[in-house]
């Protein structure tokens, strides 16, 4: 099975800073990768699917690139709104692997 | 709007059995495949299972396969859970979720809020 890798575990940074989290492939899943936000306590939501397009109502200031097996998503500006844990998931295939999450706080 | 109100979970002794439900509204519930994610305390997402729209193809890990079945009733817009030989590492809260196709290969753009599972005696 395809394992997916991401990092940091965890990361700590100023508003405005730009942050990029980064998500591996064991094999490569062309752009069938999708990212998800969930902030404490709540529900998770889709923030980016196909590697790259936004979801619809997610502000543009997140951005997702990659393919194969090397993804990232990026946070151009960071908010305070955007503390939460950042999750990529695979789904060119079963198993619909989600990686082991990021979690962003604001230093 | 959609709409993904779980229920079902509960308490359960290791080697026992549950069924989680799921009652969608506001989409077409045929036309979308569905899957359960579960999150145990303190951790990170865990893929269950997933189901096409038509309940004809359905997926599992290793983890749950053998032990857990999905399945659908889309005359009742209703996704199900069964659950059986429960061990303690399947203690979580288990989101029902909607796919943005029909088939899995696809994101997930919809999450009910969940419903716990504790195994234990």
């Known amino acids: 099975d395809i394992q997916m890798t991401q990092s940091p575990s965890s990361l700590s940074a100023s508003v405005g800073d730009r942050v990029t989290i980064t998500c591996r492939a064991s094999?490569?899943?062309?752009?069938?990768l999708a990212w998800y936000q969930q902030k404490p306590g709540k529900v998770p939501k889709l923030l980016i699917y196909?590697?790259?397009t936004l979801q619809s109502g997610v502000p543009s200031r997140f951005s997702g690139s990659g393919s194969g097996t090397d993804f990232t998503l990026t946070i151009s500006s960071l908010q305070p709104e955007d503390v939460a844990t950042y999750y990529c998931q695979k789904y060119n295939s079963a198993p619909l692997t989600f990686g082991g999450g990021a979690k962003v706080e604001i230093k | 709007e959609v709409q993904l109100l779980e229920s079902g979970g509960g308490l359960v002794q290791p080697g026992g059995s549950l069924r989680l439900s799921c009652a969608a509204s506001g989409f077409t519930f045929s036309s979308y495949a569905m899957s359960w994610v579960r999150q145990a305390p303190g951790k990170g997402l865990e893929w269950v299972s997933t189901i096409s729209g038509s309940g004809g193809s359905t997926y599992y890990p290793d983890s749950v396969k053998g032990r857990f079945t999905i399945s659908r009733d889309n005359s009742k817009n209703t996704l199900y859970l069964q659950m059986n030989s429960l061990r303690g590492e399947d203690t979580a809260l288990y989101y029902c979720?909607?796919?943005?196709?029909?088939?899995?290969?696809?994101?997930?753009?919809?999450w009910g809020q969940g419903t716990l599972v504790t195994v234990s005696s």
């Open positions: 094999q490569g899943i062309s752009n069938y």
């Open positions: 979720a909607k796919l943005r196709s029909e088939v899995v290969v696809a994101a997930t753009n919809h």
């Open positions: 196909a590697a790259s």
